[in-house]
């Protein structure tokens, strides 16, 4: 089978070695000639995905993958398969931008084109990016249309197939889970479940959906559910803080029984995904309340972590404090700020009047300063919050913490025992 990936990004590009190592023929599709170059000469354009440039070494010296940044090109020598992962961009309020996918569809479009002129057979477009329900039958199948002259359903085929995938873990994750797949008809779903069975089994299963607009809720609802549980994690916690227990040990006794699997509360909900999807869900679904919701108790969680800190300074004016945050990754390990609680954080401390400075050992002062964060110079600080869960940091003792007075450990990654022998208070969202 010839499969085209395009967007060789986090995800695209280890899908496209994933398919590639089934056996498959593979290009893959970048506007960035340097990644398509990196590709082409066997490294990984990112870090951090386990395995990446041992399978690249392998599937590039065989000729099994390679990358170009012409993706009508790629699309018009005939392809069974087209897997497009393009990064669908939000704002601040989460509303999609359409650039990115709608010119990926351009491209597809006009190499389905010119594929049916050069007499290659019917060709399944597939779209893994997350998008609100409706977008593929509504969005990308008439964009198809317009920019290949051709009938959908008929001369080409369209499909939607969520990705479920964690950063870093991408092929385990691949091969573990069922892949959801849905068309936007009987016979173009039949031919997706088809080709990815060819590469998906037998490690995981195929799933057909019956539509589109199935696989596409479905991922919506399996992140959201992820959002609605955090949130309420955090409620318990707040309510474990007012009446002085220990949420930890609440969580964990609710789910030693099978019927409970309450998630950890924290500082904040970060990342592309789990912020976000809940919503295009909304954006289908305006009636729903518990998404809403939820958003808005998870969206409040930096401001309570700042309160948190005034307590503990026994302060409600932070005028005059200096107070570090640390981290401004959305989550350890992971050098990515997207809708990271770090912003919140300072904005809510600086609105209280403190100093805010941040520190972050993936980032260096420059990038500290362009993401709006003035970086920590190591001098005396007057409290601290953890942001970001970053291995580093779980071994922190008061003596990294120059003179605070008060630390928030908004990821419950520290130890107390140091803190509370150097007279340093400590708090936990919804611990003692």
């Given at each position: 089978m010839r499969v085209v990936v395009v967007a060789l990004g986090k995800i695209g590009l280890p899908i496209a070695a994933y398919v590639a190592s089934a056996g498959h023929d593979v290009v893959g599709c970048?506007?960035?000639?340097?990644v398509c170059e990196l590709v082409n000469a066997a490294r990984a354009p990112f870090p951090g995905e386990a395995g990446?440039?041992?399978?690249?070494?392998?599937?590039?010296?065989?000729?099994?993958l390679r990358a170009q940044?012409?993706?009508?090109?790629?699309?018009?020598?005939?392809?069974?398969?087209?897997?497009?992962?393009?990064?669908?961009?939000?704002?601040?309020?989460?509303?999609?931008?359409?650039?990115?996918l709608d010119s990926v569809v351009a491209d597809v479009g006009r190499g389905l084109g010119a594929a049916a002129d050069a007499?290659?057979?019917?060709?399944?477009?597939?779209?893994?990016?997350?998008?609100?329900?409706?977008?593929?039958?509504?969005?990308?199948?008439?964009?198809?249309a317009g920019a290949s002259g051709l009938h959908p359903e008929h001369d080409f085929f369209v499909a939607f197939s969520p990705e479920r995938v964690y950063s870093g873990r991408i092929f385990a994750d691949l091969g573990s889970y069922p892949k959801l797949v849905g068309g936007c008809s009987e016979e173009g779903e039949?031919?997706?479940?088809?080709?990815?069975?060819?590469?998906?089994?037998?490690?995981?299963?195929?799933?057909p959906m019956g539509s589109a607009e199935a696989a596409e809720l479905a991922k919506l609802a399996e992140t959201t559910y992820r959002d609605l549980n955090i949130a309420f994690a955090n409620e318990l916690a707040r309510?474990?803080?007012?009446?002085?227990?220990?949420?930890?040990?609440v969580i964990e006794a609710a789910n030693s029984q099978p019927f409970s699997h309450i998630h950890r509360p924290g500082v904040a909900v970060g990342g592309h995904c789990i912020p976000v999807y809940p919503h295009f869900f909304l954006e289908g679904a305006p009636e729903a309340r518990l998404p809403a919701v939820a958003r808005e108790v998870n969206r409040a969680m930096p401001a309570y972590a700042v309160e948190l800190l005034g307590r503990a300074l026994r302060t409600d004016d932070l005028g005059g404090t200096r107070v570090l945050i640390l981290g401004?990754?959305?989550?350890?390990?992971?050098?990515?700020?997207?809708?990271?609680?770090?912003?919140?954080?300072?904005?809510?401390?600086?609105a209280r009047g403190a100093s805010v400075i941040a520190a972050d050992p993936l980032y260096d002062e420059a990038e500290l300063r362009a993401l709006g964060f003035e970086p920590w110079d190591g001098g005396a600080i007057d409290g601290a919050i953890l942001q970001a869960d970053h291995d580093a940091y779980r071994a922190l003792t008061?003596?990294?913490?120059?003179?605070?007075?008060?630390?928030?450990?908004?990821?419950?990654?520290?130890?107390?025992?140091?803190?509370a022998a150097a007279g340093v208070a400590l708090r936990r969202i919804g611990r003692p």
């Open positions: 970048d506007v960035d000639q340097h990446l440039e041992d399978v690249l070494a392998e599937l590039v010296g065989d000729g099994r940044t012409d993706t009508a090109a790629a699309v018009a020598e005939g392809a069974e398969l087209v897997i497009a992962v393009p990064p669908l961009v939000v704002d601040a309020g989460a509303r999609p931008d359409w650039r990115i007499g290659h057979g019917a060709t399944v477009v597939c779209v893994e990016t997350t998008l609100p329900v409706g977008t593929t039958r509504t969005r990308v199948a008439p964009a198809l039949a031919r997706a479940v088809e080709r990815y069975r060819a590469f998906v089994e037998p490690a995981a299963e195929v799933w309510h474990a803080d007012r009446v002085g227990v220990d949420v930890e040990r401004v990754a959305y989550r350890g390990g992971v050098k990515e700020t997207a809708f990271s609680g770090a912003f919140s954080l300072r904005d809510a401390l600086a008061p003596a990294d913490l120059a003179g605070a007075r008060a630390v928030v450990d908004g990821r419950d990654v520290l130890d107390p025992a140091p803190f």
